[in-house]
């Protein structure tokens, strides 16, 4: 069982971290708050990578510390079902520290930048997964590099899927629209609709069908200084929808 050790007994390994990288989740904390075990679509993911046979993968996209990977394998997924990928090789490495797991967690890490077409590190990734999960991921990007990264997650998964599934949370806001957060460059922020918007586009250009389901978070985004005030936590989930087969018609 991986356990859910207090703030204070890590206080010493986030400041580590800390120093590393800014990064909101270091900040918040959020890599020791995992995953409620009652969790409906938690559930799901979990009885899908641990059914019999299962040909189902997983990928924590932007897996940062890799603690949803170690809390699935925790929980009983095979290791071989596992992946984790993050554009800073320091939280990888530094994961690894703080789970003392160096040698036991067994799950693929990959270092790439998957809104980067020249970085081939991810291309091990290509054909390998059914489950995705994103973070607060989607929310750092504008609206054509997310475009382009549901292009890569299609490509990512393996061949004949029909019942992909991805998962998380993002901010967004209930009129879509560009923002700047922080110092960094414009992000594109969804509303319910826009993120359907998205997933229709992606479908359109990788011949693949999605319906996106969303509902409010718990989390208080606007109290952060970063975000505009009208921001609000929305988790998602993204069901592959099945095609139909295409019927061809014969005049003989």
Same mark, same amino acid.
């Given at each position: 069982?991986?356990?859910?050790?207090?703030?204070?007994?890590?206080?010493?390994?986030?400041?580590?971290?800390?120093?590393?990288?800014?990064?909101?989740?270091?900040?918040?904390?959020?890599?020791?708050? +995992?995953?409620?075990?009652d969790?409906?679509?938690?559930?799901?993911?979990? =009885?899908?990578?641990?059914?019999?046979?299962?040909?189902?993968?997983?990928?924590?996209?932007?897996? #940062?510390?890799?603690?949803?990977?170690?809390?699935?394998?925790?929980?009983?997924?095979?290791?071989?079902?596992?992946?984790?990928?993050?554009?800073?090789?320091?939280?990888?490495?530094?994961?690894?520290?703080? =789970?003392?797991?160096?040698?036991?967690? #067994?799950?693929? +890490?990959?270092?790439?930048d998957?809104?980067?077409?020249?970085?081939?590190?991810?291309?091990?990734?290509?054909g390998?997964?059914?489950?995705?999960?994103?973070?607060? =991921?989607?929310?750092?990007?504008?609206?054509?590099?997310?475009?382009?990264?549901?292009?890569?997650?299609?490509?990512?998964?393996?061949?004949?899927?029909?019942?992909?599934?991805?998962? #998380?949370?993002?901010?967004?806001?209930?009129?879509?629209?560009?923002?700047?957060?922080?110092?960094?460059h414009?992000?594109?922020?969804?509303?319910?609709?826009?993120?359907?918007?998205?997933?229709?586009?992606?479908?359109?250009?990788?011949?693949?069908?999605?319906?996106?389901?969303?509902?409010?978070?718990?989390?208080?985004?606007?109290? +952060?200084?970063?975000?505009?005030?009208?921001?609000?936590?929305?988790?998602?989930?993204? =069901?592959?929808?099945?095609?139909?087969?295409?019927?061809v018609?014969?005049?003989?």
């Amino acid at each position: 069982m991986l356990m859910r050790t207090s703030f204070a007994s890590n206080g010493f390994q986030r400041d580590k971290a800390w120093a590393l990288s800014r990064a909101p989740f270091i900040g918040r904390w959020k890599f020791l708050r +995992l995953s409620e075990s009652d969790d409906p679509c938690y559930r799901q993911v979990l =009885f899908r990578l641990t059914l019999s046979h299962s040909r189902d993968a997983f990928l924590d996209l932007g897996c #940062g510390f890799g603690q949803a990977l170690r809390q699935l394998r925790a929980d009983g997924v095979d290791a071989s079902q596992l992946y984790g990928v993050d554009v800073d090789a320091d939280l990888l490495a530094f994961g690894y520290d703080l =789970f003392q797991d160096q040698d036991s967690l #067994g799950a693929t +890490l990959l270092v790439g930048d998957i809104v980067d077409p020249e970085d081939l590190g991810l291309q091990e990734l290509h054909g390998k997964v059914t489950i995705v999960h994103a973070g607060s =991921f989607f929310h750092l990007f504008t609206w054509t590099e997310q475009l382009y990264i549901g292009r890569r997650i299609v490509e990512f998964l393996k061949p004949e899927t029909q019942n992909a599934l991805i998962y #998380g949370n993002c901010a967004g806001t209930p009129s879509a629209r560009t923002a700047s957060i922080g110092q960094s460059h414009s992000r594109f922020l969804h509303s319910a609709d826009s993120f359907q918007r998205l997933w229709d586009e992606v479908g359109k250009l990788t011949r693949t069908k999605w319906r996106v389901e969303v509902e409010p978070a718990s989390i208080d985004v606007a109290q +952060l200084p970063i975000f505009p005030k009208d921001v609000q936590a929305m988790n998602f989930t993204i =069901f592959q929808v099945p095609l139909e087969p295409t019927t061809v018609m014969s005049w003989w």
